[in-house]
Structures are given as structure tokens and as C-alpha cells.
């Protein structure tokens, strides 16, 4: 199953949904955004560590890059994503949304703002395991 993750700036939600399915049998994951960002946001990379998933070599990368590509599905984690993105032009097989709030906006202290991204890490998590499950009867 081959999955395109999209997300605006292709540094937090959709980096750490391409992290989780990867670890997936017969899936191959990628990640790809609207307006990509110069980096992977660090607490998304820390985040993922505490998890054993190593993000440390990814980069953002512009959904251009996967047009020519086929795609199983190609998901949209954020709502700019699937506002600026509402058709990928690429070939794909089924788009669908599944939505997490932006842990890059989070206020507060330190530990408030490293909470926030592992709320949203944690959800991120269920919901690809939901969706793997769902889509490989497992």
C-alpha cells in the first residue's frame, strides 16, 4: 500500500503520519506539502524519538515531487492542506481527510508546548493504526 501523506508545511503532522505508517508491513509512506517549510520542527523529531521512530534525516518536501507517482491513498492531515490541495493532480486511488490540530502553533512554556506535540503525536498514532487496520483487515 503505497500512501502520500499532504500537509501545508510538511514539518510536523504529516513527517510524524509518515513516521508511524512506515513502521507498517507492505506499506510505503511518504510526506509531501503545500508551502514545504526549511526543516522538520525539532519537537516533532524529539517527539518521534521518544517513540523509536528517527526523523532526524527527514526533510520537507513539495507535493510536486509525487505528481508522476501513483498513490492507494493520498491523506490530508491538516485543513489548509485540504483546502489548497482538494484534488491531487497525481494518480491516486482514494483522498481522504483526517485532520490534527497544528502542534507548531502551541503556546506556553516549554513542557506545555512539548505536551502538545505529544497529544497530537499520540493521536496521529491512533488514528494511522485506525487506518491501517481498517484498510488490511487487521
Do not use: W
Amino acid at each position: 500500500m503505497k500512501i502520500l501523506i499532504l500537509c501545508t508545511g510538511n514539518s510536523c503532522r504529516s513527517q510524524m503520519a509518515e513516521g508511524f505508517l512506515n513502521t507498517y508491513k507492505e506499506v510505503e509512506a511518504h510526506s509531501a506539502g503545500t508551502a514545504p517549510a526549511d526543516r522538520v520542527h525539532p519537537k516533532a523529531v524529539q517527539v518521534m524519538q521518544e517513540m523509536g521512530i528517527d526523523l532526524s534525516s527527514h526533510h520537507p518536501k513539495m507535493v510536486d515531487e509525487f505528481l508522476s507517482e501513483p498513490f492507494d491513498y493520498v491523506i490530508t492531515v491538516c485543513n489548509n492542506a485540504k483546502e489548497n490541495c482538494p484534488v491531487f493532480l497525481g494518480d491516486v486511488k482514494q483522498q481522504l481527510h483526517i485532520g490534527f490540530e497544528d502542534p507548531a502553533e502551541a503556546t506556553g512554556t516549554e513542557e506545555e508546548v512539548i505536551g502538545v506535540f505529544r497529544t497530537i503525536r499520540d493521536q496521529i498514532r491512533d488514528r494511522m493504526d485506525a487506518f491501517y487496520r481498517e484498510k488490511t483487515n487487521g
